[in-house]
């Protein structure tokens, strides 16, 4: 599979291994053995992709700092020259979610989440992959995914498959989730759109900031208003952003809370 993908003109693969732990993965309802991840990783190597990344979540239920640290380790074995780590975010209509509302397992646990990020931090950092994005990190500027980049940067893009967003000209629209349903409307020549919205000019202004603090080098002060540019000093005394030249940035504690430093620099 890797070596048609790599014929096919793709230079880049993502995998998802989320966890090296076998109990992480069953609360997570995820089918892969915990070695297969890496084992894909090295297969891509071989099959001549030059980027190679591997998609990790923290703070799941039962995991412990000691199974996250693990989890890195095992990560950093397969050498990929990028990794992408999440905070758990329980997703309605999912096992977890259920059993959350049940009371049978407990909801992710904020300060336990931002041990594991500034542990993962500090460890992906020594091994010379730097962060890029709040939750990515890249060995140099041509392992940095450039997909995801233009996400950031609210540029177009075309989803395709089960579940896949697009965005062009303000325009935003999302596919059917189930797989089944997406190719049985592809099949009847339906499009395979779930629902649509058409941005606002501020919307649009909005999310260009949300995401812009999110990335490396973070965002102009000049496009702030005089209120935003006040909150941005005050981040600064805060330690949560740094402003260098005409530009404010978040500090690794802010990356914490970057959402709610949008929020404060969107007044």
Same mark, same amino acid.
């Given at each position: 599979?890797?070596?048609?993908?790599?014929?096919?003109?793709?230079?880049?693969?993502?995998?998802?291994?989320?966890?090296?732990?076998?109990?992480?993965? %069953?609360?997570?309802?995820?089918?892969?053995?915990?070695?297969?991840?890496?084992?894909?990783?090295?297969?891509?190597?071989?099959?001549?992709?030059?980027?190679?990344?591997?998609?990790?979540?923290?703070?799941?239920?039962?995991?412990?700092?000691?199974?996250?640290?693990?989890?890195?380790?095992?990560?950093?074995?397969?050498?990929?020259?990028?990794?992408?780590?999440?905070?758990?975010?329980?997703?309605?209509?999912?096992?977890?979610?259920?059993?959350?509302?049940?009371?049978?397992?407990?909801?992710?646990?904020?300060?336990?989440?931002?041990?594991?990020?500034?542990?993962?931090?500090? %460890?992906?950092?020594?091994?010379?992959?730097?962060?890029?994005?709040?939750?990515?990190?890249?060995?140099?500027?041509?392992?940095?995914?450039?997909?995801?980049?233009?996400?950031?940067?609210?540029?177009?893009? &075309?989803?395709?498959?089960?579940?896949?967003?697009?965005?062009?000209?303000?325009? %935003?629209? &999302?596919?059917?989730?189930?797989?089944?349903?997406?190719?049985?409307?592809?099949?009847?020549?339906?499009?395979?759109?779930?629902?649509?919205?058409?941005?606002?000019?501020?919307?649009?202004?909005?999310?260009?900031?949300?995401?812009?603090? %999110?990335?490396?080098?973070?965002?102009?002060?000049?496009?702030?208003?005089?209120?935003?540019?006040?909150?941005?000093?005050?981040?600064?005394?805060?330690?949560?952003?740094?402003?260098?030249?005409?530009?404010?940035?978040?500090?690794?504690?802010?990356?914490?809370?970057?959402?709610?430093?949008?929020?404060?620099?969107?007044?």
């Amino acid at each position: 599979m890797f070596s048609a993908l790599r014929a096919g003109g793709f230079t880049r693969i993502s995998v998802g291994m989320q966890s090296a732990m076998p109990h992480v993965l %069953r609360a997570l309802d995820r089918l892969h053995s915990p070695g297969r991840a890496v084992a894909a990783a090295h297969e891509a190597r071989d099959a001549g992709f030059e980027h190679v990344s591997l998609d990790l979540i923290y703070g799941t239920p039962g995991e412990s700092d000691a199974d996250w640290q693990q989890t890195l380790e095992v990560a950093l074995s397969a050498e990929p020259d990028h990794i992408s780590a999440y905070a758990l975010t329980v997703e309605p209509g999912t096992a977890l979610a259920a059993a959350v509302r049940r009371g049978t397992t407990p909801a992710p646990d904020d300060e336990v989440q931002a041990r594991r990020f500034m542990v993962a931090d500090e %460890r992906l950092q020594l091994a010379g992959l730097d962060w890029y994005e709040v939750s990515s990190w890249a060995a140099n500027d041509d392992a940095r995914c450039h997909h995801n980049i233009g996400y950031w940067r609210s540029d177009d893009w &075309w989803g395709v498959g089960p579940g896949a967003h697009s965005h062009v000209n303000g325009v %935003r629209w &999302w596919n059917v989730l189930r797989p089944a349903n997406y190719a049985k409307r592809l099949h009847a020549g339906s499009s395979p759109a779930a629902g649509r919205e058409v941005l606002t000019a501020e919307q649009r202004a909005l999310e260009a900031l949300m995401l812009g603090i %999110r990335v490396r080098g973070g965002v102009e002060l000049a496009s702030l208003s005089d209120a935003g540019v006040r909150a941005a000093q005050a981040q600064v005394a805060d330690q949560r952003a740094v402003i260098s030249g005409e530009r404010v940035e978040l500090t690794r504690e802010g990356r914490l809370f970057a959402t709610a430093v949008a929020r404060e620099l969107s007044a």
